[in-house]
């Protein structure tokens, strides 16, 4: 009889544990994958940021060079990866990891493994979904002194 107690026990944890799991999940527009891409002159390459924020409340974020209209990632210049929370229609990433090549501004890029990890601030910043659910925009504003532009990125991938 202490078996069968026991046994209701272990399935009365596992069923609130994963009653648990589903409530901690972010239903929002931002889930999903984004990206932006433009042609810089001075590396004659495309610069291309991706962002993924996943319903599980973690996020990572990157930064690739590519050859012109290619889809092939030569090499990253930063990559970031932690937990995001959406409060008042904005979004912080409180806690992650940011690595970056010593030269962003140059166009360097190197392989993944050998960024090396730089703290940074991701900060508090409003977003927009549109209503087709295709563009992500941080619009622009000052947060204390530093001013940001409008920033749009497109969606790849729910």
């Known amino acids: 009889m202490k078996k069968l107690y026991f046994l209701n026990f272990l399935i009365l944890c596992f ?11 972010i239903n929002s527009p ?4 984004w990206q932006q891409s433009y042609y810089v002159d001075d590396w004659d390459k495309d610069a291309v940021n991706t962002m993924v ?8 974020w990157s930064g690739t060079i590519r050859e012109p209209d290619s889809e092939v990632d030569l090499g990253y210049q930063f990559y970031a990866e932690g937990s995001y929370k959406i409060e008042d229609g904005k ?11 010593e030269y962003i501004a140059s166009g360097s890029y ?5 960024l090396y990890a730089n703290p940074a601030f991701f900060g508090i910043r409003p977003f927009e979904v549109n209503a087709e659910q295709t563009v992500l ?22």
């Open 137 to 158: 925009l941080f619009p622009g504003g000052c947060e204390g002194d530093q001013c940001f532009s409008d920033i749009e990125y497109y969606r790849v991938d729910n």
């Open 15 to 25: 069923a609130l544990a994963s009653c648990n799991e589903d409530a901690d999940k």
């Open 91 to 101: 979004v912080s990433v409180p806690d992650y990891e940011y690595f970056t090549t």
């Open 110 to 114: 190197v392989s993944k493994d050998e």
């Open 53 to 60: 924020f996943r319903s599980d409340g973690t996020m990572t």
């Open 30 to 33: 931002i889930v999903g994958e």
